[in-house]
């Protein structure tokens, strides 16, 4: 008999299912993937300001509808999904924040730090919408370094995770990695330094 499908394998079976219009295969994928939405969705929530409202729960239910309302989307597989679900998640925070600093005045932007991993340490607070614009103008001029920091700063992926879903090589993710981090060093003003954390 043959061993169960893993997890991952399971995932992308069912993207794919569902992706060809299998409505019953979304219903199987939720149980599969909710514990990865949540701890991606904690992880952002980390970077919020102190005292905002948005519950780790709340931010996994609007990503997982918008990520539900996606027909175009021709899903690949796992990496391909917790992709998207990071650009939903990062659409919802950065939206949120804009909307709170709607009538506020000055308060300068907030350091951000990029550490080697998952760029999880903003000091003191993380500013969504200077680092989403800084990000949004490197995927202007180079598409491929702005999505390695969405996928492995919003996704949460792996240097090899990151490497197989773009179809480039780990060494390439690295040095694009380092390049993107000092290009969003030099975007931010100087009262948002990105300071590079160092193992």
């Known amino acids: ?10 995932v992308t079976t ?28 904690r992880q952002h929530l980390r970077k919020e300001h102190p005292g905002q409202t948005l519950q780790t729960t709340d931010l996994v239910h609007e990503a997982y509808l918008k990520l539900v309302n996606q027909r175009r989307v021709h899903w690949q597989n796992r990496a391909h999904f917790y992709a998207i679900a990071a650009q939903l998640m990062r659409r919802i925070l950065v939206d949120r924040a804009r909307k709170r600093k709607r009538g506020k005045h000055g308060g300068g932007a907030a350091r951000v730090s990029l550490s080697d991993g998952n760029l999880i340490a903003p000091d003191p607070l993380f500013d969504f919408v200077a680092f989403d ?9 180079d598409e491929r370094k702005a999505k390695i920091v969405e996928l492995r700063f919003f996704g949460g992926l792996s240097v090899d995770e990151t490497a197989d879903f773009l179809n ?18 030099k975007a931010l003003n100087p ?9």
């Not at 614009?133 to 001029?141: G, I, K, Q, V, W």
């Not at 780990?170 to 981090?181: F, Q």
């Open 14 to 41: 069912l993207l794919i299912r569902w992706g060809n219009g299998d409505a019953l295969a979304l219903d199987k994928l939720l149980p599969l993937v909710y514990e990865e939405l949540r701890v991606m969705a």
């Open 133 to 141: 614009e800084a990000l949004s103008e490197l995927s202007r001029l």
């Open 1 to 10: 008999m043959a061993a169960p499908p893993t997890t991952s394998s399971e």
């Open 191 to 199: 009262n948002s330094a990105l300071t590079e954390h160092k193992k």
């Open 168 to 185: 480039i090589s780990a060494v390439t993710v690295m040095r694009d990695w380092r390049m993107a981090k000092a290009w969003l060093h």
